[in-house]
């Protein structure tokens, strides 16, 4: 069979040909920011992840390949997680999961668990193959806004109150800044965690903004800022990546809210989109409508004409697929997962 022909490669991060692995990514099919070398850069010098790389070859060349990481659930516990990808040269999809497959066997085993969250785009095409293989899929969704549309017809087709908030905060004056300095990043990071304590979740660590900060010089990440009479308000994060973009965080101060200033970056984060050649415009989730907890993220999200696309979370045990399954149905449970986030990995 073809796939036997096809040998795969473990390295560690720090004997990674960049080079090589920029160059497939280039080649891929498949390219998101969360395979690229620069954010396995981020996990490792901020999370305490372990990123490792898994390159498929057919001689001496690259036919696909992924990023994944080690970590230690509780302190503890090995896990493993894959976000992104798999990357793969046109036509060898199914082939280059076959080999990803045999490789992560043996880590499945002694590991508390092992998540793997293919691309959005070709996530659901790949649900076999992880049955095949006896992973748990859990379903997920986001918003995807297609910017290959003309800017005005993306504002035509927004909900009337996001439009109708986009024009009251430019109305009351809130101003728009893309960070470009350390400072300014800091000043984001004080909001995100005054931001994570009022509503109680956990934030990143310093050196997390610290190495994403590095991202924006090589045009992997934007920060934008919403000021008012030259104070920050708000602040969206986004990594970008070729012709994507994906929403990671965002922050804003309480006393602002009646200004708009989310409304106002998520617009002016799609005008900058748009002009910079962005094509697919992900705002990273989508919860369920019923759960009550979430259901202001839904409507707030739902304003922004993306289409909904589906995906999933593929786990190699049951426990988990049922502890994400309580997560997203108890306010209680997501209170203790955000409060278990705190441990940090080793």
């Not at 096809?6 to 891929?28: G, K, M």
């Not at 200033?261 to 002016?268: D, G, H, I, T, Y």
């Not at 190699?316 to 940090?344: D, E, M």
């Amino acid at each position: 069979m073809l796939h036997r022909l096809l040998t795969v490669r473990e390295t560690d991060f720090n004997d990674l040909d960049v080079a090589q692995w920029n160059n497939l990514l280039v080649e891929s099919e498949i390219c998101d920011a969360f395979q690229t070398y620069e954010w396995a850069t981020v996990l490792r010098n901020s999370m305490k992840v372990r990123p490792r790389f898994l390159l498929l070859e057919r001689g001496s060349q690259i036919k696909g390949g992924v990023m994944f990481f080690r970590k230690r659930t509780l302190g503890l516990i090995d896990s493993y997680e894959v976000r992104g990808g798999p990357l793969y040269v046109k036509g060898h999809k199914e082939e280059v999961m076959e080999g990803v497959f045999k490789t992560l066997r043996s880590k499945r085993k002694n590991a508390l668990n092992l998540l793997f969250v293919p691309f959005p785009g070709i996530n659901n095409s790949l649900e076999h193959m992880f049955r095949n293989e006896g992973y748990f899929s859990y379903p997920f969704r986001t918003i995807i806004i297609d910017l290959e549309r003309p800017l005005e017809s993306v504002w035509k087709a927004l909900n009337k109150k996001a439009r109708w908030s986009v024009r009251k905060a430019e109305r009351l004056g809130l101003e728009l800044r893309t960070a470009t300095t350390w400072k300014e990043w800091q000043q984001y990071q004080s909001l995100h965690v005054v931001h994570g304590r009022e509503k109680q979740y956990p934030t990143d660590p310093p050196e997390f903004f610290h190495e994403v900060f590095k991202l924006q010089g090589k045009n992997l990440a934007r920060l934008f800022l919403a000021e008012y009479e030259k104070q920050v308000v708000a602040g969206s994060l986004f990594l970008v990546f070729g012709r994507n973009m994906v929403f990671l965080q965002n922050a804003s101060k309480a006393e602002f809210l009646s200004r708009n200033p989310n409304s106002f970056l998520q617009w002016k984060s799609i005008e900058w989109a748009k002009e910079n050649g962005v094509v697919t415009y992900d705002m990273n989730g989508l919860p369920p409508q019923q759960v009550p907890y979430l259901r202001g993220v839904y409507k707030y999200k739902k304003q922004w004409d993306g289409y909904i696309q589906w995906y999933y979370y593929y786990l190699s045990r049951r426990l988990p697929y049922y502890g994400i399954h309580l997560i997203r149905t108890s306010n209680y449970a997501w209170k203790l997962f955000l409060q278990a986030r705190n441990l940090k990995a080793v």
